[in-house]
């Protein structure tokens, strides 16, 4: 069971910056893949930034790339959010995501976070 508990959310006016971290704990974190999603209301979530176990790659939702990081510190157990040039309509709750492999009985583990509010406004 992996736990992550996302923290760096709040409000920015438009071309401000905000990062966003998320904590995981309970399993070993080097072996998950990590994204971040977001969600509005009455929307699906949808994949805003996604980055790979070891963090050699990385991918991004086309309207955030440019503008968006996603990195990871596997020492700290810890993956983030740099957001840039933030725009109103990155006003979202932010999902941190989790998933691996179980290397005995191949099911797919995926766990997600409580979410964090992002507001953009002037």
């Known amino acids: 069971q992996v736990q992550l508990v996302e923290s760096g959310g709040g409000s920015a006016r438009p071309g401000e910056s905000l990062r966003l971290s998320c904590t995981a704990s309970?399993?070993?974190?080097?072996?998950?893949?990590m994204s971040w999603y977001r969600q509005t209301p009455g929307k699906e979530r949808e994949l805003v930034a996604g980055?790979?176990?070891?963090?050699?790659?990385?991918r991004y939702e086309d309207s955030v790339k440019g503008r968006f990081t996603i990195s990871r510190d596997n020492a700290k157990n810890t993956v983030y959010l740099q957001m840039n040039s933030l725009k109103p309509e990155d006003t979202a709750v932010y999902y941190c995501?989790?998933?691996?492999?179980?290397?005995?009985?191949?099911?797919?583990?995926?766990?997600w976070g409580q979410g964090t509010q992002v507001t953009v406004s002037s």
């Open positions: 995501h989790a998933d691996s492999i179980d290397l005995v009985t191949k099911a797919l583990k995926i766990y």
């Open positions: 309970g399993d070993t974190f080097r072996n998950y893949h």
């Open positions: 980055i790979t176990n070891g963090g050699e790659s990385t």
